[in-house]
């Protein structure tokens, strides 16, 4: 028996080891790699995020490109050149003949002091006088045809629309878009 005593304590020694050596191996060894390969996935797949995001901006950027072009093709075609505040005589000279074209009397035109702004500035013109309602009308959509840069804040129209020979008075609060203070002109 003693042997048998002897056998099973050199077996349990043995079998003590093979496990302290099994796990040594495998904490040392295996669970490192495991653990490593773990940490590689997850960084192939923040990775592949990462990538599909950079490849949405890369588009968007793509787009707004295509739009910045397209908007930039129009302002170099479209015919509207604002000139500078300084020009103010010439606009109004240009409004005071337009209103002579519709045989109106002009009673007062007042230029405001000038608003600058990034991309306009936007002088305030006062415009007010007297003639027959229908040349009134006319005038202002010769206004709008003729003059892309400036825009009718207000207007007023005293008369009687019904006798084309009664003197209607107006008064128009006017808005004249300029190149920005200092700036050149949009194109």
């Not at 002897?6 to 043995?14: L, M, V």
């Not at 009673?107 to 990034?118: A, D, H, M, Y």
């Not at 009308?137 to 840069?149: P, S, T, W």
Request: net charge negative.
């Amino acid at each position: 028996m003693n042997d048998k005593t002897n056998q099973w304590q050199i077996n349990g020694a043995g079998i003590g080891v093979c496990l302290v050596v099994t796990a040594l191996v495998y904490w040392i060894g295996i669970h490192p790699q495991f653990a490593r390969q773990v940490e590689a996935e997850q960084a192939r797949r923040s990775l592949q995020n990462k990538e599909a995001d950079a490849t949405q901006l890369v588009n968007q950027l793509t787009g707004l490109k295509r739009d910045l072009a397209t908007v930039e093709g129009q302002l170099h075609a479209s015919p509207l050149r604002l000139l500078p505040t300084s020009a103010i005589n010439k606009r109004i000279a240009a409004l005071a003949a337009l209103a002579e074209q519709h045989h109106l009397k002009i009673n007062q035109v007042q230029p405001g002091t000038p608003e600058p702004g990034k991309h306009y500035s936007t002088v305030p013109i006062r415009l007010s006088g007297s003639g027959r309602f229908t040349h009134v009308v006319a005038f202002m959509h010769q206004l709008h045809v003729e003059f892309k840069d400036v825009g009718v804040a207000s207007w007023s129209v005293s008369g009687d629309p019904a006798d084309d020979d009664d003197e209607a008075e107006f008064a128009f609060s006017l808005a004249w878009f300029a190149s920005p203070a200092g700036g050149e002109n949009l194109k």
